[in-house]
């Protein structure tokens, strides 16, 4: 039962919310739906720690015939970090919403989103996994088209064709998968392609796959439309966009690459990871060139992406656990960012370089609180992102992928000067025409300052942590408990 | 458009359409038919209506408003997966009961409850769409 609450909750608040017509209290259904969700979250990790991976055969249908909700320790680490997204932007919604997204039913479609990457993270069918990718595309798309701005309809454009195109080429997979071996439950392809062998159009299958994940992650080459819309919306739906919608791509791609293609095509891995390599060295040298607080943020977060699919590349227990960690601390980092980010709409009306700067001296909590999540994430011992990429660097040396780790390594150096820039040009310089049109709420400051303190706690439990993403990378690596879990029901 | 062919056609048609997608929801459990369509000629019940008498009319018609329609109909696909859960069963799971003596062979279970929440969702979704169009 546990296991469905993660999507139910959201889906029962969109409803409710739907009859409720009262701003004030739509906004607090939408906090309290999201802390209830974050709740049911931390009680089915628990669970799942404490009894060993969960099964749902929904509707009594027997896996591989219906579709399975699977929750193991990888999916509820995931599914408490959208509680924690879901939970710091709705809070942050308590500020102010533009009225007439507001009466646009924002609300529901936050939690329809939620519920949306709640369902990837949970399903252990594939078919299923694409509708999960749909009701995301679709809310995020109405979300960040619903004010209709010229700026933001031609953003939502570029990121729904995208996107379309990422949903039809994973269809075509799914077609050509099941045409092949005739099911779509994940843990079943598994035990077939290991037992009878892969179906002989593997490498397409793989490519696809790749291509289809790899649009959503936002890999180079098919990063684009990311950084073309993401600096549009207001700050709490790029935030959440930027926590949540390219995990839920790294996720697929982990488990389906870690379940299906692990000792099918060992080239497709050298692959990942030349793609991660240069993921990483485009994002973070583009984000080195834009003038805009949230571009920036864009650009980075398509370099990082690289951080997070590099341990696949690796396919080592180490390495991937390194590149958990960092989507873990990743999620926290950035939707804080784009949380100051709306701090910055409301202090300065605008993100641009040319109207930042002076906060330091203006407002020096938001610079302190905007600390720790820009080193965090440029990497700076001893938090959160320094830890994660020391055990990347470390694992891909320790496997003989010198050039993979020396990437890693230069591009680490390479976000502590664009995040040293962002804090310069944000924070430090003096503004040139920067004159403040309001200071900052402290209900804009409260859901900041929890993700500060997450970032720091991520940092200071590092070790556990990475204990823990250890025994999941070893998990994905050897899936069999996972295989016997959902077919044969020992969990 | 103020045509009195149609607007004495819409009237007539009208029950018919929504007679028609009552039978389709029913039967849509073993045959073709269900929640969806029945949802979609409700939904062109009250277009027709729009098309002959106004948004106005329409809206009367409907008698609640469609926003609304689309969050009870949510709750009620909701609570056919739910009902299960309070038995103890796997959400989702087919629930039967028997109505009237056997010799009926009357079943009603959760599928249908949730073919009525899909349908209400379609007639909410599809007239706030064309009503908010036809608006503006």
């Given amino acids: 039962m546990l296991l469905i609450l993660p999507i139910i909750v959201p889906m029962l608040t969109a409803a409710l919310l739907l009859l409720v017509r009262h701003r004030g209290v739509q906004r607090w259904m939408a906090f309290l739906g999201s802390m209830t969700h974050l709740g049911c979250g931390i009680a089915l990790f628990r669970l799942v720690q404490s009894e060993g991976i969960q099964v749902l055969q929904s509707g009594s249908w027997k896996a591989p015939f219906g579709i399975v909700l699977v929750a193991d320790t990888l999916t509820t680490l995931l599914v408490i970090a959208v509680g924690v997204v879901g939970a710091a932007t709705t809070a942050f919604g308590f500020a102010g919403v533009d009225p007439r997204r507001e009466s646009g039913g924002y609300h529901s479609l936050f939690m329809v989103l939620l519920m949306g990457v709640s369902g990837a993270f949970l399903t252990g069918d594939l078919f299923n996994l694409y509708v999960w990718f749909e009701v995301m595309l679709v809310a995020s798309f109405v979300l960040m088209a619903l004010h209709r701005t010229k700026e933001q309809v031609r953003a939502a454009f570029t990121y729904v064709t995208l996107n379309l195109l990422a949903s039809a080429i994973l269809l075509t997979a799914l077609g050509l998968l099941y045409g092949q071996s005739g099911t779509l439950n994940m843990a079943d392809l598994s035990r077939q392609w290991s037992t009878a062998g892969p179906p002989p159009l593997h490498l397409p299958l793989a490519l696809l796959f790749l291509t289809a994940f790899g649009i959503k992650a936002a890999l180079f080459p098919w990063f684009f439309w990311l950084p073309a819309s993401y600096h549009t919306p207001p700050a709490a739906i790029s935030a959440i966009f930027a926590g949540l919608l390219t995990k839920v791509g790294v996720y697929s791609m982990i488990r389906v690459f870690t379940l299906l293609f692990q000792r099918v095509s060992p080239g497709i891995y050298t692959l990942i990871l030349v793609l991660s390599a240069v993921t990483m060295v485009v994002g973070v040298t583009c984000a080195l060139t834009q003038r805009d607080f949230r571009r920036v943020l864009s650009f980075n977060l398509v370099g990082h992406i690289g951080y997070t699919t590099l341990g696949l590349g690796l396919l080592s227990p180490v390495a991937l656990a390194g590149s958990l960690l960092y989507v873990l601390h990743h999620i926290v980092a950035i939707t804080n960012l784009y949380l100051v980010g709306g701090i910055f709409l409301r202090v300065r009306r605008t993100t641009d370089f040319a109207s930042l700067g002076s906060l330091y001296r203006t407002h020096p909590y938001v610079a302190l609180l905007s600390l720790v999540p820009i080193f965090a994430l440029a990497g700076v011992p001893p938090l959160s992102g320094f830890i994660a990429k020391i055990v990347l660097v470390q694992a891909s040396f320790a496997q003989g992928v010198y050039w993979a780790g020396g990437i890693a390594l230069f591009v680490g150096l390479l976000s502590v000067l664009s995040m040293a820039r962002l804090w310069d040009e944000s924070f430090w310089k003096d503004a040139p025409d920067g004159v403040d049109k309001a200071s900052p709420t402290w209900k804009q400051l409260l859901p900041i300052g929890a993700l500060t303190l997450l970032s720091l706690g991520i940092s200071v439990g590092a070790e556990p942590l990475l204990d823990m993403t250890s025994r999941v990378a070893g998990d994905l690596l050897e899936p069999s408990a996972y295989v016997r879990a959902v077919l044969d029901g020992d969990g | ?136």
């Fill in chain 2, 1 to 136: 458009m103020n045509s009195i062919i149609l607007r004495t056609a819409a009237r007539v048609l009208m029950p018919l359409l929504l007679m028609f997608a009552v039978f389709l929801l029913l039967r849509g459990h073993n045959l073709p038919g269900g929640g969806f369509v029945a949802g979609l000629i409700v939904a062109i019940a009250f277009v027709l209506r729009m098309l002959a008498d106004g948004i106005e009319a329409a809206r009367k018609a409907l008698l609640v408003d469609p926003w609304s329609l689309l969050s009870v109909g949510l709750l009620v696909a909701l609570a056919s997966g739910l009902i299960p859960v309070a038995f103890g069963l796997p959400f989702l799971t087919a629930c039967w009961a028997e109505l009237g003596p056997p010799e009926w062979g009357l079943l009603v279970g959760t599928p249908l409850l949730f073919d009525i929440g899909v349908c209400l969702v379609v007639i909410g979704v599809v007239l706030t769409m064309t009503f908010r169009l036809a608006e503006d």
